[in-house]
């Protein structure tokens, strides 16, 4: 029997707190990050590679730049969109084009039953376009869709690619815009409450990234 004791109450706090601190950490570290010269670049790769592989979408970097530098909120909206847009085409490409090399992978990493890819072709025969909408705006991670759409048209789907840049573009635009101008608008407070309630608004971020990944692979 061992005779180490348990860990204080101290300790086991301080432990499952453990994954707050490292936010806390990495949002200390972006509010710094954005008064860098090269802050506009990184939020620019970070959009377009969430839109085609990347697990972590550019909201937190837009909000804190944005919270940081109220008066640019809507230019790095416009970066964030863009990028995330051209981010979807490559998506489109690797789906339409490298499916077997790339694709494939992705898919096993994001969807390992492929219970997610029927799924997804079954939402967009219902719905069209409108599912990819869906997808451009809220949690739902947007690469997969981006993928299954360019592969969907290698098979034949009717899908034309101006109408899949368009969905893409209206859907991050409306999810980008509207958080670049909330923080144009309110930048300073937004900045405070952060500050204020930043442990709920770390547990709120987590729980819609999860929250994305379940609602793709269980709502149908």
């Known amino acids: 029997m061992s005779d180490t004791p348990p860990p204080a109450p101290a300790a086991r706090t ?7 601190r490292w936010m806390r950490s990495a949002y200390d570290w972006m509010m710094r990050f954005a008064d860098k010269p090269y802050a506009g670049r990184a939020l620019f790769g970070l959009s377009f590679a969430e839109a085609s592989f990347f697990p972590i979408p550019p909201d937190p970097l837009l909000l804190v730049m944005g919270a940081k530098h109220p008066q640019r909120a809507l230019a790095y909206a416009g970066i964030t969109t863009l990028a995330s847009v051209l981010g979807a085409m490559l998506g489109w490409v690797i789906g339409m084009f490298l499916m077997d090399v790339v694709g494939e992978p992705l898919l096993d990493l994001y969807d390992s039953d492929r219970a997610t890819w029927v799924r997804i072709q079954d939402w967009f025969n219902e719905y069209g376009l409108f599912a990819l909408l869906i997808a451009a705006i809220t949690p739902i991670p947007f690469k997969v869709f981006t993928i299954a759409i360019g592969a969907m048209a290698k098979e034949g789907a009717q899908i034309g690619f101006p109408a899949f840049v368009g969905a893409c573009a209206l859907g991050r635009g409306l999810r980008f815009f509207t ?10 407070p937004v900045v405070v409450w952060m500050e204020k309630w930043f442990d709920w608004v770390a547990v709120g971020f987590t729980v819609l990234l999860v929250g994305g990944f379940v609602a793709l692979k269980y709502i149908g």
Request: aromatic share 12%; no cysteine.
């Open 179 to 188: 958080e670049g101008f909330l923080l144009r608008s309110f930048g300073d």
């Open 14 to 20: 301080r432990s499952l707190l453990h994954p707050l």
